[in-house]
């Protein structure tokens, strides 16, 4: 059962654009999520986090909005450039779970240039 | 400061047989989980421990087991290999489970291939 889904596997943006990428949660104990970016043959790093009180955070080019009623959450990256070409990962995590993470399936990001 | 590091890289083993995968942690982190990713998937969760005992598991046989030592290095076994545990293992370390600080740092997996 897929706790965490990212129903797009791919997107394109051209450079400078915005790009959003959605993830969806199934199971409303969900309280903490996070944003990884992830480069071939490289593990995921971290890119940013939300918690479940607040709806947006804000870091540089990349916010991250949280809609709890819609169990919904998206990152946006303003604007978009070559280097962020990767595949992203979104995953939650519930209180007391001891930081047991869902990850979605993940969306590969392609910025043209 | 040294990152997580994972080895081997790469590996191939044979239907039945065992193996250990092993994980250096981010220096000051005492707390690693294990991830499994297979090919198209996202990274899903084995398990965690924290000061060497384990503190979460997700939905994986007992075939699957592991170890972290007093240096929070850490190893993960599996016995009696499947063809399905074909995947790219992870290992992640982070500050402290028990300050639920969830930034986890990621290593760049090993690659494990049965046959």
């Known amino acids: 059962d897929q706790q965490v889904k990212q129903n797009s596997p791919s997107l394109s943006v051209q450079e400078g654009r915005i790009s959003i990428l959605n993830c969806d949660y199934t199971?409303?104990?969900?309280?903490?999520f996070l944003w990884y970016k992830k480069y071939p043959a490289e593990g995921p790093t971290f890119l940013i986090s939300?918690?479940?009180?607040?709806d947006k955070n804000e870091d540089g080019r990349f916010t991250v909005f949280l809609n709890k009623s819609a169990k919904h959450l998206s990152l946006h990256i303003v604007p978009s450039q070559p280097g962020d070409s990767a595949v992203y990962f979104c995953a939650a995590s519930a209180s007391g779970t001891g930081n047991q993470f869902y990850f979605g399936t993940g969306t590969s990001l392609t910025v043209i240039p | 400061e040294t990152g997580v590091t994972q080895s081997p890289t790469h590996l191939i083993k044979t239907r039945g047989q065992q193996v250990t995968l092993r994980c250096s942690s981010q220096s000051g982190h005492n707390t690693v989980s294990w991830y499994q990713q297979a090919l198209g998937q996202g990274p899903q969760f084995i398990f965690q421990?924290?000061?060497?005992?384990?503190?979460g598991r997700g939905n994986f046989p007992p075939r699957f087991s592991g170890l972290q030592f007093p240096n929070y290095s850490s190893e993960l076994n599996v016995n009696a290999l499947e063809l399905d545990d074909s995947a790219l293992y992870l290992c992640?370390?982070?500050?402290?489970?028990?300050?639920?600080?969830?930034?986890?740092?990621f290593g760049p997996g090993t690659r494990l291939t049965v046959t």
């Open positions: 992640a370390s982070s500050l402290s489970a028990a300050q639920a600080s969830y930034e986890q740092y």
């Open positions: 421990y924290y000061r060497e005992e384990e503190n």
């Open positions: 939300i918690s479940s009180i607040k």
């Open positions: 199971n409303s104990m969900f309280d903490y």
